[in-house]
């Protein structure tokens, strides 16, 4: 038998690399977690969990770098709040406090400024989260891109939850809390000046709400939960099965998607079950527990279009299938290339 090849390392990073698709996992897997490993890095969560006195915090940092800065639905400023909201969330966590970092380039308006921090302001009130700390730092003009913001939330998790990868079993359904691609196609119409016929927005909310109901609801019947960003619903899917082993499919007839949403990416070649989402979460549940998830789901406004989109099936290899309207299969892999660059 010959030796094994190593993969080779790129020489720089490219646009790629952000994309949330393979390239970001060849990163994350191939330096960092090589240069970093630790046991709380090592589970490549939405946030990291420890205990403290007793009990249990998540702990998540999440930088935006979105462009543009302001698109229908939001902003970069209620997005940063929303999507650091959403990773706590994922662990079942509340939020208790953010943190609040900006880059900003020099010659960036006041008013651009202001409106950011309003938004900012706004979304972390409605959330019943507060800005605990920040930081602000200024480049020269040409050195950034007018803003760049990072944040980081510390949240509590109640006794008793465990959410994650490793407890997606066969048998379990998948089921998405909402229509899925808004924000990637909004991003992407707003940046190129594209006008389409219909209501496109960012579907940018926070989700702890909805999560604190499911877990009233279902307690240890809550499996796991992930928030299809960057990389979209397939990339999510690709990695979940593989991480936790066992195959999964979905129904393309079952995927709810608007249709403004629907028609916009097939004029662009795009495919919905990549495109970005910023207040939609997917969640792993046994199947006797889907009627009662979803009841629970549809009783919030964050989730009133939630569908069952799949299920995971028996089988000892990680990999999904989509089964397709006109009855043939798919086989569905992680984003590869960068569709839709800078859309968080």
Not at 7 to 35: A, C, N, P, Q, Y
Not at 61 to 83: E, K, N, Q, R
Request: glycine content about 12%; hydrophobic content about 40%.
């Amino acid at each position: 038998m010959g030796q094994e090849v190593p993969v080779k390392r790129d020489e720089i990073i490219t646009l790629d690399h952000g994309s949330g698709g393979l390239k970001t996992k060849e990163l994350i897997e191939g330096l960092f977690l090589e240069m970093l490993s630790n046991p709380l890095l090592d589970t490549l969560e939405d946030s990291a969990v420890f205990n403290v006195n007793g009990g249990r915090v998540a702990f998540t940092t999440d930088s935006y770098v979105v462009d543009p800065i302001v698109f229908p639905g939001g902003d970069i400023g209620a997005l940063s709040v929303h999507g650091t909201i959403n990773d706590l969330a994922m662990k079942g966590a509340w939020p208790l406090a953010l943190s609040l970092g900006l880059i900003l380039e020099e010659g960036l308006e006041m008013k651009v400024l202001e409106r950011v921090l309003d938004s900012v302001a706004r979304a972390s009130k409605e959330a019943g989260v507060m800005v605990a700390t920040g930081d602000t730092k200024v480049v020269p003009k040409g050195k950034g891109d007018k803003i760049f913001i990072n944040t980081t939330g510390l949240g509590a998790i109640p006794g008793g939850i465990d959410i994650g990868v490793h407890r997606v079993l066969p048998g379990d359904v998948i089921i998405s809390s909402g229509t899925i691609g808004d924000h990637g196609i909004t991003i992407l119409t707003q940046r190129e000046g594209l006008k389409f016929a219909g209501d496109l927005k960012s579907d940018s909310q926070p989700l702890h709400r909805l999560v604190k109901g499911l877990i009233e609801e279902l307690g240890e019947d809550l499996h796991c939960l992930r928030d299809p960003t960057r990389g979209g619903v397939a990339t999510v899917l690709v990695e979940v099965a593989e991480r936790a082993g066992v195959p999964m499919e979905i129904f393309e007839d079952r995927l709810p998607i608007r249709e403004e949403v629907r028609a916009t990416a097939e004029l662009l070649g795009l495919d919905p079950l990549y495109l970005a989402n910023e207040g939609k979460l997917l969640c792993w549940v046994p199947e006797r527990c889907s009627d009662k998830a979803l009841e629970v789901m549809r009783g919030y406004e964050e989730g009133k279009d939630a569908a069952v989109i799949g299920r995971v099936v028996q089988g000892d290899q990680g990999r999904v299938v989509l089964n397709t309207i006109i009855g043939g299969k798919r086989a569905i892999f992680a984003l590869s290339g960068t569709p839709l660059p800078r859309i968080c």
